[in-house]
Protein backbone atom coordinates (compact mmCIF):
# COMPACT_ATOMS: atom_id res chain seq x y z
CA UNK A 1 0.00 0.00 0.00
CA UNK A 2 1.84 2.98 -1.25
CA UNK A 3 0.69 5.75 1.36
CA UNK A 4 1.50 10.01 0.11
CA UNK A 5 -0.16 11.70 3.48
CA UNK A 6 1.62 14.69 3.48
CA UNK A 7 3.11 15.34 0.65
CA UNK A 8 2.24 17.52 -1.96
CA UNK A 9 2.20 16.81 -5.55
CA UNK A 10 2.13 19.65 -8.62
CA UNK A 11 0.98 17.88 -11.82
CA UNK A 12 1.04 20.17 -15.02
CA UNK A 13 -1.96 19.10 -17.26
CA UNK A 14 -3.70 17.90 -14.88
CA UNK A 15 -6.98 19.11 -16.04
CA UNK A 16 -7.83 16.50 -18.59
CA UNK A 17 -6.41 13.02 -20.21
CA UNK A 18 -3.52 11.47 -18.36
CA UNK A 19 -2.47 14.18 -16.08
CA UNK A 20 -6.25 13.68 -14.73
CA UNK A 21 -5.50 10.28 -14.12
CA UNK A 22 -2.53 10.97 -12.23
CA UNK A 23 -3.81 13.70 -10.20
CA UNK A 24 -6.47 11.75 -9.03
CA UNK A 25 -4.29 8.68 -8.29
CA UNK A 26 -1.79 10.94 -6.24
CA UNK A 27 -4.73 11.82 -4.63
CA UNK A 28 -6.99 8.39 -3.89
CA UNK A 29 -2.76 7.45 -2.23
CA UNK A 30 -3.29 10.45 -0.03
CA UNK A 31 -0.85 13.75 -1.80
CA UNK A 32 -2.80 17.16 -1.50
CA UNK A 33 -2.78 18.37 -4.90
CA UNK A 34 -1.78 21.10 -7.31
CA UNK A 35 -3.94 21.32 -10.21
CA UNK A 36 -2.11 23.26 -13.49
CA UNK A 37 -4.03 23.71 -16.29
CA UNK A 38 -3.75 26.30 -19.21
CA UNK A 39 -6.87 26.79 -21.00
CA UNK A 40 -9.56 24.43 -19.70
CA UNK A 41 -10.79 26.14 -16.32
CA UNK A 42 -14.25 23.87 -16.60
CA UNK A 43 -12.36 20.48 -16.38
CA UNK A 44 -9.69 21.57 -14.42
CA UNK A 45 -12.70 22.56 -11.78
CA UNK A 46 -14.18 19.53 -12.30
CA UNK A 47 -10.92 17.04 -11.27
CA UNK A 48 -10.21 19.60 -8.54
CA UNK A 49 -13.80 18.93 -7.15
CA UNK A 50 -13.10 14.88 -7.66
CA UNK A 51 -9.98 15.41 -5.39
CA UNK A 52 -11.84 17.38 -2.60
CA UNK A 53 -14.20 14.89 -2.75
CA UNK A 54 -11.54 12.35 -1.81
CA UNK A 55 -10.76 14.36 1.31
CA UNK A 56 -7.21 15.80 0.04
CA UNK A 57 -6.43 19.49 -0.02
CA UNK A 58 -6.37 20.85 -4.04
CA UNK A 59 -5.23 24.14 -5.63
CA UNK A 60 -5.74 25.11 -9.10
CA UNK A 61 -2.85 27.17 -10.85
CA UNK A 62 -3.49 28.72 -14.14
CA UNK A 63 -0.10 28.77 -16.11
CA UNK A 64 1.09 28.15 -19.54
CA UNK A 65 4.20 25.87 -18.91
CA UNK A 66 5.68 27.15 -22.32
CA UNK A 67 6.03 30.49 -20.46
CA UNK A 68 8.98 30.69 -18.04
CA UNK A 69 7.57 33.47 -16.22
CA UNK A 70 4.21 31.86 -15.74
CA UNK A 71 6.00 28.64 -13.96
CA UNK A 72 8.23 31.37 -11.76
CA UNK A 73 5.07 32.61 -10.57
CA UNK A 74 3.41 29.11 -10.21
CA UNK A 75 6.08 27.49 -8.07
CA UNK A 76 6.14 31.04 -5.93
CA UNK A 77 2.48 30.56 -5.07
CA UNK A 78 3.02 27.44 -3.96
CA UNK A 79 6.09 27.99 -1.71
CA UNK A 80 3.74 30.65 0.01
CA UNK A 81 1.07 28.55 0.09
CA UNK A 82 1.78 25.56 0.71
CA UNK A 83 5.81 25.66 1.93
CA UNK A 84 6.63 22.03 0.55
CA UNK A 85 7.12 20.30 -2.93
CA UNK A 86 7.23 16.23 -2.95
CA UNK A 87 6.01 15.40 -5.85
CA UNK A 88 6.21 17.23 -9.50
CA UNK A 89 4.89 15.42 -12.26
CA UNK A 90 5.84 17.37 -15.73
CA UNK A 91 3.24 15.95 -17.97
CA UNK A 92 1.64 18.83 -19.74
CA UNK A 93 3.38 18.70 -23.73
CA UNK A 94 1.43 19.43 -26.80
CA UNK A 95 1.04 16.76 -29.54
CA UNK A 96 1.84 18.99 -33.42
CA UNK A 97 1.19 15.49 -35.00
CA UNK A 98 2.52 15.69 -38.83
CA UNK A 99 5.67 15.88 -41.21
CA UNK A 100 8.67 16.49 -39.48
CA UNK A 101 10.21 17.89 -42.83
CA UNK A 102 7.08 20.03 -43.16
CA UNK A 103 7.76 21.73 -39.80
CA UNK A 104 7.77 25.02 -39.89
CA UNK A 105 9.85 26.95 -37.01
CA UNK A 106 7.44 28.51 -35.00
CA UNK A 107 5.88 24.80 -34.52
CA UNK A 108 9.48 23.34 -33.41
CA UNK A 109 9.82 26.19 -30.86
CA UNK A 110 6.45 25.69 -29.36
CA UNK A 111 7.19 21.91 -28.93
CA UNK A 112 10.68 22.19 -28.09
CA UNK A 113 9.57 24.85 -25.35
CA UNK A 114 6.59 23.39 -23.90
CA UNK A 115 7.98 19.54 -23.93
CA UNK A 116 11.56 20.07 -22.95
CA UNK A 117 12.22 23.72 -21.57
CA UNK A 118 9.09 23.36 -19.36
CA UNK A 119 10.31 20.44 -17.09
CA UNK A 120 14.13 22.40 -16.98
CA UNK A 121 12.33 25.78 -15.44
CA UNK A 122 9.99 23.77 -13.58
CA UNK A 123 13.02 22.01 -11.79
CA UNK A 124 14.91 25.28 -11.75
CA UNK A 125 12.24 26.96 -10.10
CA UNK A 126 11.12 24.13 -8.03
CA UNK A 127 14.43 22.87 -6.78
CA UNK A 128 14.47 24.77 -3.31
CA UNK A 129 11.39 22.93 -2.32
CA UNK A 130 12.69 19.76 -3.82
CA UNK A 131 16.07 19.74 -2.07
CA UNK A 132 14.24 20.92 1.11
CA UNK A 133 11.85 17.61 1.69
CA UNK A 134 12.50 15.80 4.42
CA UNK A 135 12.20 12.03 2.21
CA UNK A 136 13.45 11.56 -1.21
CA UNK A 137 11.36 14.02 -3.49
CA UNK A 138 10.65 12.98 -7.02
CA UNK A 139 10.36 14.63 -10.52
CA UNK A 140 8.53 12.48 -13.08
CA UNK A 141 8.23 13.44 -16.83
CA UNK A 142 6.13 11.75 -18.93
CA UNK A 143 7.31 10.64 -22.44
CA UNK A 144 6.03 8.21 -25.44
CA UNK A 145 7.48 5.90 -27.71
CA UNK A 146 8.07 8.10 -30.58
CA UNK A 147 10.96 8.98 -27.89
CA UNK A 148 12.84 5.36 -29.21
CA UNK A 149 10.37 4.58 -32.38
CA UNK A 150 9.61 6.00 -36.16
CA UNK A 151 5.97 6.34 -35.64
CA UNK A 152 4.32 8.29 -38.30
CA UNK A 153 2.97 11.55 -37.75
CA UNK A 154 5.37 11.92 -34.53
CA UNK A 155 8.61 13.23 -35.51
CA UNK A 156 8.43 16.41 -33.68
CA UNK A 157 7.04 15.18 -30.66
CA UNK A 158 9.09 12.10 -31.34
CA UNK A 159 12.38 14.28 -31.28
CA UNK A 160 10.43 16.40 -28.34
CA UNK A 161 10.30 13.39 -25.78
CA UNK A 162 13.45 11.92 -26.88
CA UNK A 163 15.20 15.12 -25.36
CA UNK A 164 13.15 15.05 -22.72
CA UNK A 165 14.27 11.78 -21.36
CA UNK A 166 17.77 12.55 -21.76
CA UNK A 167 17.43 15.53 -20.05
CA UNK A 168 15.80 13.50 -17.33
CA UNK A 169 18.92 11.49 -17.08
CA UNK A 170 21.20 14.69 -17.01
CA UNK A 171 19.09 16.12 -14.18
CA UNK A 172 19.58 12.95 -12.09
CA UNK A 173 23.07 13.45 -12.73
CA UNK A 174 23.32 16.75 -11.53
CA UNK A 175 20.94 16.73 -8.65
CA UNK A 176 20.14 12.98 -7.80
CA UNK A 177 23.07 13.84 -4.94
CA UNK A 178 20.61 16.12 -3.36
CA UNK A 179 17.77 13.53 -2.63
CA UNK A 180 15.50 14.23 -5.61
CA UNK A 181 14.50 10.99 -7.93
CA UNK A 182 14.37 12.12 -11.82
CA UNK A 183 12.18 9.64 -14.02
CA UNK A 184 10.11 9.48 -17.09
CA UNK A 185 7.39 7.18 -17.61
CA UNK A 186 6.84 6.28 -21.68
CA UNK A 187 3.42 5.97 -22.03
CA UNK A 188 2.15 4.26 -25.57
CA UNK A 189 -1.01 5.35 -27.24
CA UNK A 190 -4.00 5.92 -24.46
CA UNK A 191 -7.29 7.49 -25.97
CA UNK A 192 -7.08 11.16 -24.96
CA UNK A 193 -8.12 14.44 -26.55
CA UNK A 194 -4.75 15.34 -27.88
CA UNK A 195 -4.13 11.72 -29.32
CA UNK A 196 -7.45 11.47 -30.64
CA UNK A 197 -6.03 14.81 -33.14
CA UNK A 198 -3.36 12.50 -34.40
CA UNK A 199 -3.58 11.17 -38.24
CA UNK A 200 -4.59 7.76 -38.65
CA UNK A 201 -5.11 7.42 -34.87
CA UNK A 202 -7.33 4.27 -34.72
CA UNK A 203 -4.54 2.66 -37.01
CA UNK A 204 -1.77 3.39 -34.22
CA UNK A 205 -4.46 2.36 -31.68
CA UNK A 206 -4.73 -0.98 -33.08
CA UNK A 207 -1.01 -1.14 -34.27
CA UNK A 208 -0.28 -1.16 -30.99
CA UNK A 209 -2.82 -3.42 -30.00
CA UNK A 210 -1.91 -5.71 -31.82
CA UNK A 211 1.65 -6.12 -31.12
CA UNK A 212 0.87 -5.96 -27.16
CA UNK A 213 2.05 -9.05 -25.05
CA UNK A 214 -0.74 -8.49 -22.14
CA UNK A 215 -3.81 -10.24 -23.75
CA UNK A 216 -6.40 -8.40 -25.09
CA UNK A 217 -6.07 -5.28 -21.89
CA UNK A 218 -6.76 -1.79 -23.96
CA UNK A 219 -3.99 0.71 -22.40
CA UNK A 220 -5.85 3.04 -20.03
CA UNK A 221 -4.48 6.17 -18.84
CA UNK A 222 -4.71 4.02 -15.01
CA UNK A 223 -2.19 1.91 -16.31
CA UNK A 224 -0.25 5.07 -16.80
CA UNK A 225 -1.12 6.65 -13.37
CA UNK A 226 -0.32 3.75 -11.45
CA UNK A 227 3.41 3.69 -13.08
CA UNK A 228 3.89 7.20 -12.41
CA UNK A 229 2.26 6.74 -8.29
CA UNK A 230 4.80 4.03 -8.06
CA UNK A 231 7.95 6.46 -9.20
CA UNK A 232 6.06 9.07 -6.55
CA UNK A 233 6.77 6.52 -3.83
CA UNK A 234 9.58 5.38 -1.61
CA UNK A 235 9.16 2.08 -3.13
CA UNK A 236 11.24 3.76 -6.23
CA UNK A 237 13.82 5.40 -4.53
CA UNK A 238 16.72 3.92 -5.55
CA UNK A 239 15.32 3.96 -9.65
CA UNK A 240 17.47 6.71 -10.92
CA UNK A 241 17.24 8.58 -14.12
CA UNK A 242 15.32 5.48 -16.14
CA UNK A 243 12.44 5.26 -18.67
CA UNK A 244 10.25 3.19 -17.68
CA UNK A 245 7.79 1.87 -20.92
CA UNK A 246 4.32 1.41 -20.12
CA UNK A 247 2.72 0.05 -23.84
CA UNK A 248 1.90 -3.69 -22.79
CA UNK A 249 5.05 -4.71 -24.20
CA UNK A 250 4.27 -3.38 -27.74
CA UNK A 251 7.51 -1.46 -28.11
CA UNK A 252 9.85 -4.42 -27.56
CA UNK A 253 7.79 -6.90 -30.10
CA UNK A 254 8.51 -7.49 -33.86
N1 LIG B 1 -2.29 9.97 -24.54
C1 LIG B 1 -1.28 9.26 -24.99
O1 LIG B 1 -1.46 8.27 -25.74
C2 LIG B 1 0.13 9.61 -24.62
C3 LIG B 1 1.13 8.71 -25.01
C4 LIG B 1 2.43 9.01 -24.66
C5 LIG B 1 2.72 10.15 -23.94
N2 LIG B 1 1.72 11.02 -23.60
C6 LIG B 1 2.09 12.20 -22.87
O2 LIG B 1 1.25 12.35 -21.75
C7 LIG B 1 1.05 13.72 -21.45
C8 LIG B 1 -0.43 14.04 -21.42
O3 LIG B 1 -1.00 13.76 -22.69
P1 LIG B 1 -2.58 13.60 -22.87
O4 LIG B 1 -2.77 12.73 -24.06
O5 LIG B 1 -3.20 13.21 -21.58
O6 LIG B 1 -3.05 15.08 -23.26
P2 LIG B 1 -4.50 15.80 -23.15
O7 LIG B 1 -5.55 14.85 -22.71
O8 LIG B 1 -4.70 16.49 -24.44
O9 LIG B 1 -4.26 16.88 -21.99
C9 LIG B 1 -3.26 17.83 -22.16
C10 LIG B 1 -3.10 18.53 -20.84
O10 LIG B 1 -1.95 19.38 -20.92
C11 LIG B 1 -2.36 20.70 -20.61
N3 LIG B 1 -1.52 21.63 -21.36
C12 LIG B 1 -1.28 21.65 -22.69
N4 LIG B 1 -0.41 22.64 -22.99
C13 LIG B 1 -0.11 23.25 -21.81
C14 LIG B 1 0.71 24.34 -21.46
N5 LIG B 1 1.41 25.02 -22.39
N6 LIG B 1 0.79 24.69 -20.16
C15 LIG B 1 0.09 24.02 -19.20
N7 LIG B 1 -0.72 22.98 -19.49
C16 LIG B 1 -0.82 22.62 -20.79
C17 LIG B 1 -3.83 20.79 -20.94
O11 LIG B 1 -4.42 21.85 -20.20
P3 LIG B 1 -5.88 22.45 -20.62
O12 LIG B 1 -6.87 21.41 -20.22
O13 LIG B 1 -5.98 23.70 -19.83
O14 LIG B 1 -5.84 22.67 -22.10
C18 LIG B 1 -4.28 19.39 -20.49
O15 LIG B 1 -4.46 19.36 -19.09
C19 LIG B 1 1.85 14.47 -22.53
O16 LIG B 1 3.15 14.73 -22.06
C20 LIG B 1 1.91 13.48 -23.65
O17 LIG B 1 2.99 13.72 -24.55
C21 LIG B 1 0.44 10.76 -23.93
Known amino acids: MIDLTGKVALVTGGSRGLGRAIALKLAEAGADIVLNFVASRTAADQTAEHIARLGR???????????????????????????????????????????????????????????????????QNALPLLAGSTSNSKVIALSSTGANLALPHCGLVGASKAALESAVRHLALELGDRGINFNAVQAGWVDTDTTRTAPEFESLLSAQSFRQMTGDRVLTADDIANAVLFLASPLSDLIQGQTLVVDGGAAVRV
Open 57 to 123: RVAEVQADVSEPDDIAAMLDWISETFGRLDILVSNAAVGNFGSLIETRPEEFDLTMNTNVRGLLMLV
